[in-house]
Nanobody
Framework: QVHLVESGGGSVQSGGSLRLSCTASGTVFDITAMAWYRQAPGNQRESVARMIGPYTTTYADSVKGRFTISRDNARNTVYLEMNNLGVDDTAVYYC???????????????WGQGTQVTVSS
C-alpha cells in the first residue's frame, strides 16, 4: 500500500510564504511524476505545478515566478515552495504522484489528503 502524507499548510498574510511537503510511504519502486493541485471553494481542482522525471517542470500561469516545485528522491518527497502569496492562492492543496510500487506492477496515480492554505489581506 502506498500513502501520500502532506504537511506545511496554514494561514499567512498576503505577501508571505509557505512550503508544502508530501511524502510517499509504503512500497515505492519508482515515482515518474509529481504534482501539486489546488481547489478553492466553488472551483474545480486545478493543476498548480508538475514535475516529470528529475528536471522537467511546468507551472500554472497564475503561479509562475512565485511557486517552485522540487523533489527529494531519497525521501520520496515533493515540495512546493510558495512565495508572495495572495488571497487568490487560498485553497486546499493536494499532492499527486504517479508511482510504480514494484517492478512488475504498472504505475498508478495517488493523491494526498489535502492541506489548507489560507491567505489573508
Amino acid at each position: 500500500q502506498v500513502h501520500l502524507v502532506e504537511s506545511g499548510g496554514g494561514s499567512v498574510q498576503s505577501g508571505g510564504s509557505l512550503r508544502l511537503s508530501c511524502t510517499a510511504s509504503g512500497t515505492v519502486f519508482d515515482i515518474t511524476a509529481m504534482a501539486w493541485y489546488r481547489q478553492a471553494p466553488g472551483n474545480q481542482r486545478e493543476s498548480v505545478a508538475r514535475m516529470i522525471g528529475p528536471y522537467t517542470t511546468t507551472y500554472a500561469d497564475s503561479v509562475k515566478g512565485r511557486f517552485t516545485i522540487s523533489r527529494d528522491n531519497a525521501r520520496n518527497t515533493v515540495y512546493l515552495e510558495m512565495n508572495n502569496l495572495g488571497v487568490d492562492d487560498t485553497a486546499v492543496y493536494y499532492c499527486n504522484m504517479i508511482i510504480q510500487p514494484m517492478p512488475a506492477r504498472a504505475p498508478r496515480e495517488y493523491w494526498g489528503q489535502g492541506t489548507q492554505v489560507t491567505v489573508s489581506s
